[in-house]
């Protein structure tokens, strides 16, 4: 038997799921809640195996839940809202499942409750698009961040900095004064001029301003 909560605001919504669950020999709904707090504590209480949330509540929303749900009963989603973001928080928060309502069916219903019962997933169609959209763009954005992490180590490499120069470069870029870099670094005031002497003759400049301004230029 998989026991099955139901978290939704509307009680109208609670009821008809409510409905198609009870029909099923192998699934019975041990509880409702009406916000994501009273969820947690139904949660903790019933140990349902499946959890239906939705995403827009009153005191705590699905989102803002759903990441602690997770942790205790494999969580569905069966809201409204189809958008990308929403759909993307909910899976990293832990969601093993996705519905949209008006995009499913009574069946569908009861072969999602029982996929992630079993430890599968399960997204309808329209979910399934958007997700991959999603993590295509995700991909994109990670390959593009690191080809500027590469470049920026490169165009670093370029000027020969030691370590220690670059934490004052770093610390000047932040606004912080000599005295006040040798402070957060344990050197003498000296010492950081000495630094910064080699760093305007590997940027080729004559200045903090300037130096700051190339450095963080190269990132």
């Given at each position: 038997?998989?026991?099955?909560?139901?978290?939704?605001?509307?009680?109208?919504?609670?009821?008809a799921i409510r409905i198609y669950l009870d029909g099923d020999d192998d699934i019975q709904v041990v509880g409702e809640a009406s916000d994501g707090r009273t969820a947690l504590s139904a949660v903790q209480r019933?140990?349902?195996?499946?959890?239906?949330?939705?995403?827009?509540?009153?005191?705590?929303?699905?989102?803002?839940?759903?990441?602690?749900?997770?942790?205790?009963?494999?969580?569905?989603?069966?809201?409204?809202?189809?958008?990308a973001d929403v759909i993307a928080g909910m899976l990293r928060g832990g969601a093993r499942g996705y519905l949209v309502h008006g995009e499913f069916d009574p069946p569908e219903l009861l072969r999602a409750v029982?996929?992630?019962?079993?430890?599968?997933?399960?997204?309808?169609?329209?979910?399934?698009?958007?997700?991959?959209?999603?993590?295509?763009?995700?991909?994109?954005?990670?390959?593009?961040?690191?080809?500027?992490?590469?470049?920026?180590?490169?165009?670093?490499?370029?000027?020969?900095?030691?370590?220690?120069?670059?934490?004052?470069?770093?610390?000047?870029?932040?606004?912080?004064?000599?005295?006040?870099?040798?402070?957060?670094?344990?050197?003498?005031?000296?010492?950081?001029?000495?630094?910064?002497?080699?760093?305007?003759?590997?940027?080729?400049?004559?200045?903090?301003?300037?130096?700051?301004?190339?450095?963080?230029?190269?990132?």
């Amino acid at each position: 038997m998989i026991d099955v909560l139901i978290v939704d605001d509307n009680p109208i919504v609670r009821a008809a799921i409510r409905i198609y669950l009870d029909g099923d020999d192998d699934i019975q709904v041990v509880g409702e809640a009406s916000d994501g707090r009273t969820a947690l504590s139904a949660v903790q209480r019933l140990r349902p195996a499946v959890t239906l949330l939705d995403h827009r509540m009153p005191i705590a929303d699905g989102l803002s839940v759903i990441s602690r749900l997770a942790e205790q009963t494999a969580v569905v989603v069966i809201t409204s809202d189809s958008g990308a973001d929403v759909i993307a928080g909910m899976l990293r928060g832990g969601a093993r499942g996705y519905l949209v309502h008006g995009e499913f069916d009574p069946p569908e219903l009861l072969r999602a409750v029982r996929s992630v019962a079993a430890g599968s997933g399960w997204l309808s169609p329209a979910v399934a698009s958007v997700t991959i959209s999603v993590l295509r763009d995700h991909a994109v954005e990670e390959r593009a961040a690191a080809d500027r992490t590469d470049q920026t180590r490169r165009n670093r490499a370029a000027y020969g900095l030691t370590a220690r120069e670059v934490e004052v470069l770093e610390l000047i870029g932040e606004g912080y004064s000599n005295a006040a870099i040798g402070r957060r670094l344990t050197i003498t005031e000296k010492t950081v001029k000495n630094h910064l002497n080699h760093v305007f003759t590997k940027l080729g400049v004559t200045n903090r301003t300037e130096a700051a301004i190339r450095w963080m230029g190269s990132r």
